[in-house]
């Protein structure tokens, strides 16, 4: 019953910027830490950035200082704010999250395309 849905997905030119958001929805007891990973073309499912329940952030290092995970607890709801953007992070991305509902589990949403280009 659990299910986690992605938005805001789009074309954007280098330098840009893009907000994705993902809701969760279903029965959930407990929201556990929320991600976002991406894969592009030829490589592997990478971890953006991460955020826990109590608020601490992780991220790659392609992206510090140019990308802002957040969460609204009351939405269920993570988001990530994407800024001066590249070529290079044009990929799917991948809402993922640690719910309890009946049990503890990991959740993935369907992926949303970002495209950086002129």
């Known amino acids: 019953q659990v299910q986690l849905v992605a938005s805001g997905g789009g074309l954007v030119q280098p330098g840009g910027s893009l907000r994705l958001s993902c809701a969760a929805s279903g029965s959930i007891f407990t929201l556990n830490y929320m991600a976002w990973y991406r894969q592009a073309p030829g490589n592997q499912r990478d971890l953006v950035a991460r955020i826990t329940s109590g608020g601490n952030t992780n991220y790659a290092d392609s992206v510090k200082g140019r990308f802002t995970i957040s969460r609204d607890n009351a939405e269920n709801t993570v988001y990530l704010l994407m800024s001066s953007l590249k070529a290079e992070d044009t990929a799917v991305y991948y809402c993922?999250?640690?719910?309890?509902?009946?049990?503890?589990?990991?959740?993935w949403g369907k992926g949303t395309l970002v495209t950086v280009s002129s």
């Open positions: 993922n999250a640690n719910i309890r509902s009946r049990f503890t589990a990991d959740y």
